[in-house]
């Protein structure tokens, strides 16, 4: 084992001189690596020793120190400096601090060439490559066995936890806690943050981390604050293939991580992808299983009560059910690539079904639910027995409180909507699916200003769109509105949205003109110069019919 009291013995180095850190003499070198680039250090691995000119210390005090706490945070084993090219002289200030940390600082004489140092370091610790290849086999072997007999996340950050002799947490790719390897560790609690049911791990405590960091796939190292103190924190990607799942985190409470410490990391990020596979393979299977089974019911393909019972469901026949459609639309950023926001998205839904299966399991034990693309569909019983507008309530009620708790889980960059259809016996939830369904492509072009939508309110709408056609509904606004609409267009006037106001007010002067926020006298005129541009007595009953159902034809075609 190659030690810093080692490597100063070696012939070649007798001239080197240990000026700072004598209490690190017995740390170990497992590596060694050229830094002159402030960026790189988040390259640097434990046990490394670092080959440095020094120029990206420059003469700055405060940069000084705080690159020789990072190198002890990460446990390089010594840092040796060929000073008068870029750093005068090793500051006092440095020296002290490396004394402090027992981090060995080691001047190079002028001349000795960093490759020299590089190729004699690399063939005195070579012979320790086997020793670490067995140890890296038997950590393997480990996760392996956990993996087997299906230990589960919490079992894997136990079992870490235990190689590096350290807390550890698993937390998502939203940095939402999964596992957790001793909730009564202080500076656990300490950190963490309960979001609703969810525990959090507040990233936003590390201001320097760099841009898509995970992307590098290598373990980086962070200070955590806890009572006035400063502990390293080792945070680990974890990927498969180019899937990202989630991190590692490692608090160095107990001691610093060893090279061995990291190959534990890079196996445990290995066994927590394939859990989380597993885990996601399981989900899937079953909402399939799901939606399969609620395919066929609300598609009309199950028609009696005989054939629901044959399936093993918790739905109670006895209810009458309701169809509501959560559409969720995230707001992805167009930089982002297609498959990246397709894993965004499948991500999010995969959160959300299971955030409000939780849920909803005792809040509202006769809802049912799964998940279809961008959607979460879901179907509501209620006692037959209830009145219309008592049945009407609770649904609403029940749509509006998981409609804000979806929007309180998690990121605010997504738009939910709910629609929902009529409240019918079991075997007749095709029709309430179909209306859920039809309102969602009535809104399509919407700007969606409210966030719950009841067929009932688009029963009309959706009687115009499937019973008049695209051309026969385009003629009939056309005879009514064509020339309105074109003086509007010319002499960019609102004659049109005025005479919706009026008509939607019943012709109230008053009331029209406190809708529109206009004087009673503008509106006069308005009136007057619409009734001139109008091919019909708007006074007549039968053609304020005619111009409102023209107006519905317009908006429903723009």
Not at 312 to 340: A, G
Request: hydrophobic share 40%; glycine share 4%.
């Amino acid at each position: 084992m190659l030690t810093v009291k080692n490597f100063l013995q070696l012939a070649p180095f007798k001239s080197f001189r240990l000026v700072a850190g004598s209490k690190g003499l017995e740390n170990k070198i497992t590596g060694v690596n050229i830094l002159d680039n402030p960026d790189a250090s988040d390259w640097l691995s434990a046990g490394e020793l670092l080959i440095t000119s020094g120029y990206f210390f420059s003469e700055n005090a405060t940069i000084q120190k705080r690159f020789i706490q990072r190198f002890k945070e990460i446990n390089c084993s010594a840092i040796c400096i060929k000073p008068h090219i870029y750093l005068k002289g090793i500051p006092e200030s440095m020296r002290n601090l490396a004394d402090e940390l027992a981090l060995p600082i080691i001047e190079i004489p002028y001349g000795i060439a960093f490759s020299k140092i590089m190729n004699i370091v690399m063939a005195e610790i070579s012979g320790r490559m086997n020793e670490l290849n067995q140890a890296s086999l038997d950590i393997h072997s480990q996760f392996f066995e956990i993996s087997l007999h299906g230990g589960g996340l919490k079992k894997i950050a136990l079992g870490l936890a235990e190689m590096v002799n350290n807390p550890v947490i698993l937390v998502d790719t939203d940095w939402s806690v999964l596992a957790v390897s001793d909730h009564e560790q202080p500076l656990i609690q300490e950190s963490l943050k309960k979001t609703g049911d969810t525990l959090t791990f507040p990233v936003q405590i590390f201001t320097d981390l760099p841009k898509d960091f995970e992307r590098i796939q290598k373990p980086i190292t962070r200070g955590i604050l806890f009572d006035e103190q400063e502990y390293p924190c080792v945070i680990m990607p974890v990927y498969f293939d180019t899937i990202h799942y989630g991190f590692i985190l490692v608090y160095q409470i107990e001691r610093p991580l060893t090279d061995l410490d990291y190959v534990a990391l890079e196996n445990g990020s290995m066994a927590i992808a394939l859990e989380q596979m597993r885990l996601l393979e399981i989900e899937r299977t079953e909402n399939r299983i799901r939606r399969d089974f609620f395919d066929q019911l609300l598609s009309g393909q199950i028609k009696d009560l005989d054939a629901l019972a044959a399936y093993d469901t918790t739905i109670d026949p006895s209810l009458n059910y309701t169809v509501l459609i959560l559409s969720i639309q995230t707001l992805s950023h167009k930089s982002d690539s297609l498959m990246k926001r397709k894993q965004s998205e499948d991500r999010l839904m995969k959160n959300l079904l299971s955030s409000l299966t939780t849920y909803t399991a005792t809040r509202f034990p006769q809802l049912h639910l799964f998940s279809r693309k961008n959607q979460l569909v879901m179907l509501l019983g209620t006692e037959p027995k209830l009145s219309t507008l008592k049945t009407h309530n609770e649904v609403s009620d029940t749509a509006e409180r998981i409609r804000m708790y979806l929007e309180q889980h998690g990121h605010s960059e997504r738009e939910i909507f709910c629609t929902i259809g009529s409240t019918l016996p079991i075997l007749e939830l095709s029709q309430s699916f179909e209306e859920a369904k039809k309102v969602i492509q009535l809104l399509e072009d919407d700007s969606k200003e409210e966030k719950i939508y009841f067929f009932n309110d688009f029963y009309f709408d959706s009687f115009l769109v499937d019973s008049i056609s695209n051309e026969q509904g385009k003629k009939f606004y056309t005879h009514y509105l064509n020339t309105l609409l074109a003086y509007d267009q010319k002499n960019n006037t609102s004659f049109t949205p005025t005479l919706k106001a009026y008509l939607a007010h019943h012709l109230n002067i008053a009331m029209t003109s406190r809708a529109l926020f206009i004087h009673r006298n503008t509106l006069l005129y308005r009136i007057e110069k619409i009734k001139g541009l109008l091919p019909v007595d708007l006074e007549q009953e039968k053609n304020t019919f005619a111009l409102q159902m023209a107006l519905k034809l317009y908006e429903l075609h723009h």
